[in-house]
């Protein structure tokens, strides 16, 4: 009977959104996501319950939000938060993307780094995490330190390649232009070059949030203090709480897409000017 309820709430879901999509509106898209992920939660719930699945294999969402409702779970998680994503992911992504920011002005004066830098940071880019966290973890100790290495080095050349390119983006007549008011490099950058270049930098932006904090918790992974979200997942799996891993995840998820989001916002009203924002 919930596997007919769980098919039944798909059909639902699927043809509101179906209805959704023809309308204007500005809120349909939020309206629609929010509906889609109300249908997969609702499906979820009632598959794992009408096929009797094991708490232990895959928990229902209600005892995921029971756990995340229980104020000693509560304390815990925030705890945990504070110490991934605060002190880990958000130092790492705060010293990281300003790292590369200046090394990405300073490489634009010089084809030798252009030439010899980016294949680096292309090839650094593509190193496993799981290889570099424990090298990390022993040069910088047990710490949040540890953890804010890691996501520097993630979103350095991320940050860096977009940069780069982005200051490339101007084309040689609007340098012309700015060559016959007499403008020197500094003036040109900061008035012509930078804002050419603001939509790859917070497509930079974008890519490091998410680079960060996937950073931050599988590092805790090879070595952490008594609290962190990478250790919280490590520690409950070993005791089969798997509502406590969820919890943490969904927690972890809600960080993730809020961060995301903050800097898509931020972007949205620094280059309101330019036309992808525009056509939007």
């Given at each position: ?9 798909w ?8 209805w ?5 509106e500005?809120?349909?898209p ?30 229902p ?7 995340l ?16 994503f605060?002190?880990?992911?958000l ?14 002005v ?26 570099m ?24 050349f ?33 008035k ?8 790859f ?11 960060a ?16 979200m ?18 943490v ?32």
């Amino acid at each position: 009977m919930l596997i007919v309820a769980a098919l039944a709430v798909w059909i639902a879901g699927w043809a509101l959104n179906h209805w959704l999509a023809r309308r204007r509106e500005r809120w349909v898209p939020l309206i629609s996501a929010l509906i889609f992920g109300a249908t997969l939660l609702l499906i979820w719930e009632l598959l794992v319950r009408g096929l009797a699945v094991p708490a232990v294999i895959l928990p229902p969402p209600s005892a995921i939000a029971a756990r995340l409702a229980d104020p000693a779970t509560q304390g815990l998680l925030w705890g945990d938060f504070v110490q991934t994503f605060v002190k880990g992911a958000l130092s790492g992504f705060v010293i990281g993307s300003g790292a590369a920011f200046v090394v990405a002005v300073v490489t634009d004066r010089s084809p030798f780094l252009q030439r010899g830098l980016l294949p680096v940071g292309n090839f650094v880019a593509a190193l496993p995490i799981i290889g570099m966290a424990p090298i990390m973890v022993m040069w910088f100790g047990f710490g949040w330190q540890s953890k804010a290495a890691i996501v520097v080095v993630m979103v350095f050349f991320p940050m860096l390649v977009n940069t780069v390119a982005g200051l490339k983006e101007t084309d040689a007549l609007q340098r012309d232009l700015m060559r016959t008011y007499a403008a020197g490099y500094w003036q040109t950058l900061l008035k012509l070059r930078l804002p050419a270049a603001a939509p790859f930098i917070f497509n930079g932006l974008k890519i490091a949030s998410t680079l960060a904090l996937i950073g931050a918790i599988v590092a805790e992974f090879f070595g952490s203090p008594t609290r962190g979200m990478g250790f919280r997942i490590s520690t409950e799996v070993g005791r089969l709480s798997l509502d406590m891993v969820w919890a943490v995840i969904a927690v972890a998820a809600v960080a993730g897409s809020a961060f995301y989001g903050g800097i898509a916002l931020l972007e949205r009203a620094a280059t309101f000017w330019h036309p992808s924002q525009r056509e939007r």
